[in-house]
């Protein structure tokens, strides 16, 4: 299944690479789309209407400041939707997490937090993976590579402190 990423201008495509990395690295199918709540709303509709039978199984939407397209899209679709709040602005994404947050009842979504498009990629891989075995391991080996990763820090912090320690 693929992972729809919608971002309401191209201005937030540096912010929302890190998802389409992380999918990447685990080898999830990523379409990647420009399409704004405001300024393109029929766009935004069609997309979401359309995503379940393209194949779609999350979609990620990244926007900021008054940040209506993840609870748009999910207005037009039952699939699960992640809103990844763009820093930007006066409000620094503040406003966009909240406008996240704070969906009516009955249409849900989830949301990471200001500027958490990596993370977004991991959890949408999360969501797959229960379908998925093979996206399942995948992600196992990644996570254990990460811990490997702490221990090597500790490793290098342990030496660093060498003799420092009662
Ligand atoms: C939002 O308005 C977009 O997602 C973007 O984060 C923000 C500013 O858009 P631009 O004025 O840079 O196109 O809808």
Redesign the pocket.
Known sequence: MQVLIV???D??IDQMLPAVDVLKELEVPVRVVVA?A?RSPDRVVTLAREARGAGVGVVLA????A?H?AGVIAAHTTLPVVAVP?A?GTLGGVDALLSAVQMPGGVPIASVGIGGARNAGFFAAAILSASDPALASRLEAFRTKQAAKVAEADARVQTKLAGRQS
């Open positions: 971002m309401g201008s201005s937030d704004s405001h990244g926007a900021g400041g940040a397209l763009i930007i």
